[in-house]
């Protein structure tokens, strides 16, 4: 607040004193150049460099006065946005005073004669719940070869077919998003006036009948350190099993601190960690005339910041290039938190005529070479009321690029799975750069029905498939085209039920596919969204006669950082286990049969004997809910129990039985879990339905994921486990089972595959 009372000096208004204040030290403006076409606009920044180093966005402030050269080439107004007019060059100033000294910068503008050669809407295709909203992107191809965003361009507006169905905004600063009003299929369009050439680009948008099915909290880094801030995100789940819909900015969302003495939020969501504690934060909204709410348990540490680091210490980048700087800052227990993009955190470079740094929301820390030189990039803030800066330098090199290669020069991919490409630059100096996500890159699919590809920062180079078909994918920038890559969009896979006895059952997936389940938690949010398309290719092809899925992945070990398995509920319908009642079968496509769904990392949990993984996940379904533990859904030590969910290779205990509906309270006989039981609260007491009326045989779904074809060797293996896991004869010679894991109480079935595919339409 000093620091923009400065501007302001001798100002009633503005308020605060200066005495104490450092002094400024000048104004920077960036970019320093630009090229902007005729009819389009520029965003300019303004940063006010202080003596001690801080630097503090002043782009809006009242006292900066932003001008132009030459208002018939480029115009520009009181938020430094600027828009060409007609060809030619002019320059942008903006000026303040501070302390009764006047600073000024200055930026040269190059209006360029250029048109709109393609005008492409992301996403290309699109559903949206009636009472929600689909934000689109368009992005521009010019004739000079570089792409922009120009979703809220003032040439371009947006038009929907069918009002009555879905409306799209053309209000400034929230241009393409469109709201769903009633069930139907129509066709958005972006249409605009390019130098005089009329074009447009249009998108199909089906408003479906899915209801939220409940609300999930993205929350920050935790525990938050005092002093910092993060956003918070929130999804909604949708009834249809469709990807989860962020909401965090719809107009009904409330945010709420339980205790904003620890932690506060503002009304979009972006939390501050203010003191030591806990504090859970409830996010609350009515979609129609449906109230849902959902709450996050968010923990402030004692940490403070004592450092901050820049990455990399020294960074190398040509002229028209780009390279990602970041900001880590450093705490005082030991860890550390990414606050690139933080909003205490602001960017600049000492030499913008070298090297320019944006320190605008969503890119700050991406440095774009201008001339050969070096410059010294910083980043600031004021965290909790103490000032830190960290610098690095960054070498701009004259090299161009001289060629491009996209990969993988061939890739398949299903209808509805998305591609990944690289973009790779061969410098002149023979050195080479990972352009892929750089904005100055232009991807282009020859066949956007089959595949499109993504300009979007933050999924650029991604291709997704749309129907059957090939596609060429291209890459271009600074008049340097690379060679075409093969897409093959493809039917999906199907689900092989695997003969030898038809209990196991195998999807080949891509290396990418693969890849992302090994490195994806089933319970976050891409997760889910994943979860539900993959039981939905299930039950396309399968009868709803699954009370478990249980997916193993086929690798040798578990991967770097995946835990040996996870379980996430469809359903509950059993009350005394510490759950609520719900049903989220429809999330995955089962018409009220799914209990569960658990996911293994590695093939040995489903072989000869070492399968123990798969009876403790599934365990979860009932247990440990509901007796207080140090170990959240397990067995504390202090509780004393042997069970499967503290000992994989064990039977059940007595309380595990009891939790699963196979054993009544009466028969207990474990000191253990009878003292477990004792801890229940009297308001979960009984479990009801009780062993007398509980299932007691459950059929479960044993799919292998692969990205290859199993071996005969593999095939086999994963048989034999199966056989051994659901066999009810309690064999004593090798492993245990279900059956007699449970004393003879429970069985599960998973042979008969072939008899529960459902017939061909």
């Known amino acids: 607040m000093t620091a923009l009372a400065l501007l302001g000096c001798g100002n009633d208004d503005e308020g605060g004193s200066t005495e104490d204040a450092h002094p400024l030290s000048s104004l920077q403006i960036s970019p320093g150049e630009a090229k902007v076409p005729v009819g389009f606009e520029q965003q300019f920044q303004?940063?006010?460099?202080?003596?001690?180093?801080?630097?503090?966005?002043?782009?809006?402030?009242?006292?900066?006065?932003?001008?132009?050269?030459?208002?018939?080439?480029?115009?520009?107004?009181?938020?430094?946005?600027?828009?060409?007019?007609?060809?030619g060059t002019a320059l942008i100033t903006t000026t303040g005073t501070a302390n009764g000294e006047p600073y000024s910068a200055t930026a040269r503008v190059e209006v360029i004669d250029t048109y709109v050669s393609e005008l492409q809407l992301t996403p290309s295709v699109a559903t949206v719940p009636v009472g929600l909203s689909q934000s689109f992107m368009a992005i521009a191809t010019f004739s000079d070869g570089q792409s922009r965003d120009v979703t809220n361009a003032s040439a371009l507006s947006w038009h929907s077919s069918d009002d009555s169905r879905a409306v799209v905004s053309n209000e400034e600063g929230n241009k393409g998003v469109a709201t769903g009003l009633a069930t139907g299929i129509l066709t958005l369009e972006a249409v605009a006036t390019s130098n005089g050439t009329p074009l447009q680009a249009s998108a199909p948008l089906e408003v479906t009948d899915a209801v939220i099915t409940g609300l999930d909290i993205h929350a920050p880094q935790d525990p938050l350190p005092m002093g910092l801030n993060a956003q918070m995100s929130v999804f909604a789940s949708l009834s249809d099993g469709s990807a989860p819909i962020d909401v965090t900015d719809h107009e009904s969302i409330i945010w709420l601190s339980s205790d904003p003495a620890v932690a506060s939020i503002s009304d979009t969501g972006l939390v501050t960690g203010l003191a030591q504690g806990s504090a859970t934060i409830e996010v609350s909204g009515t979609v129609n005339g449906v109230s849902f709410n959902a709450t996050e348990q968010l923990r402030v540490s004692s940490a403070v910041v004592i450092r901050l680091e820049m990455q990399p210490a020294?960074?190398?980048?040509?002229?028209?290039?780009?390279?990602?700087f970041s900001a880590i800052a450093h705490l005082s227990d030991g860890t550390s938190f990414d606050v690139t993009d933080n909003p205490l955190i602001q960017w600049h470079s000492s030499q913008p005529v070298v090297a320019t740094v944006s320190s605008l929301e969503g890119s700050k820390g991406l440095v774009t070479g201008q001339a050969a030189g070096v410059a010294t990039i910083t980043a600031s803030g004021t965290i909790d009321g103490t000032p830190f800066t960290a610098s690095a330098p960054v070498t701009v090199s004259s090299a161009v690029v001289t060629s491009l290669a996209v990969t993988p020069q061939t890739a398949s991919v299903s209808i509805g799975n998305r591609q990944q490409f690289q973009a790779m630059a061969t410098l002149s100096d023979g050195g080479s750069q990972d352009v892929t996500r750089d904005t100055t890159l232009t991807w282009h699919s020859d066949a956007p029905a089959v595949a499109t590809i993504s300009n979007v920062d933050g999924s650029r180079g991604e291709a997704s498939g749309l129907t059957e078909g090939l596609a060429l994918i291209t890459a271009s920038m600074g008049g340097v085209a690379s060679t075409a890559a093969q897409l093959s969009v493809t039917q999906p896979a199907s689900i092989i039920i695997e003969p030898m006895l038809n209990q196991i059952a195998s999807l080949q997936l891509s290396p990418e596919a693969f890849a992302f389940w090994n490195a994806t938690s089933i319970n976050s949010?891409?997760?889910?969204?994943?979860?539900?398309?993959?039981?939905?290719?299930?039950?396309?092809?399968?009868?709803?006669e699954f009370d478990f899925i249980t997916v193993v992945m086929n690798n040798e070990e578990v991967p770097s950082g995946m835990p040996t398995g996870e379980f996430t509920h469809a359903r509950n319908d059993v009350e005394g286990i510490g759950l609520s009642l719900f049903d989220n079968t429809a999330d995955f496509h089962s018409d009220g049969k799914l209990q569960g769904i658990s996911f293994l990392y590695?093939?040995?949990?489903?072989?000869?004997?070492?399968?123990?993984?798969?009876?403790?996940e599934m365990t979860h379904r009932w247990a440990n809910w509901v007796v207080p533990s140090s170990y959240p859904g397990h067995w504390g030590n202090e509780l004393g129990i042997v069970g499967q969910l503290n000992n994989?290779?064990?039977?059940?205990?007595?309380?595990?039985?009891?939790?699963?509906?196979?054993?009544?309270?009466?028969?207990?006989?474990?000191?253990?879990?009878?003292?477990?039981?004792?801890?229940?609260?009297?308001?979960?007491?009984?479990?009801?339905?009780?062993a007398t009326t509980a299932q007691r045989e459950f059929r479960v779904l044993l799919l292998v994921l692969s990205d290859r074809s199993l071996t005969a060797t593999e095939i086999k293996n994963y048989n034999n486990g199966a056989t051994l896991l659901a066999r009810t004869d309690n064999p004593s010679q090798q492993g245990t089972n279900f059956h007699k894991m449970t004393g003879g109480r429970g069985t599960l079935v998973v042979s008969g595959l072939d008899t529960l595919v459902k017939p061909t339409p």
């Open 46 to 87: 303004v940063m006010a460099i202080w003596d001690d180093g801080m630097v503090q966005d002043v782009t809006s402030h009242p006292n900066i006065v932003w001008s132009s050269s030459d208002s018939t080439v480029v115009t520009i107004d009181d938020d430094g946005l600027a828009k060409g007019i007609s060809p």
């Open 314 to 324: 020294n960074g190398t980048v040509p002229v028209g290039l780009q390279t990602l």
């Open 525 to 544: 949010a891409q997760g889910q969204s994943a979860l539900k398309e993959l039981t939905g290719q299930v039950y396309n092809q399968f009868r709803d």
């Open 602 to 616: 590695r093939k040995k949990y489903l072989s000869t004997s070492a399968y123990g993984p798969i009876l403790h």
């Open 648 to 690: 994989v290779s064990a039977n059940y205990a007595d309380i595990e039985l009891y939790l699963m509906g196979l054993m009544d309270s009466a028969e207990m006989t474990d000191p253990a879990s009878l003292n477990a039981y004792a801890l229940i609260p009297a308001d979960q007491k009984p479990r009801v339905p009780g």
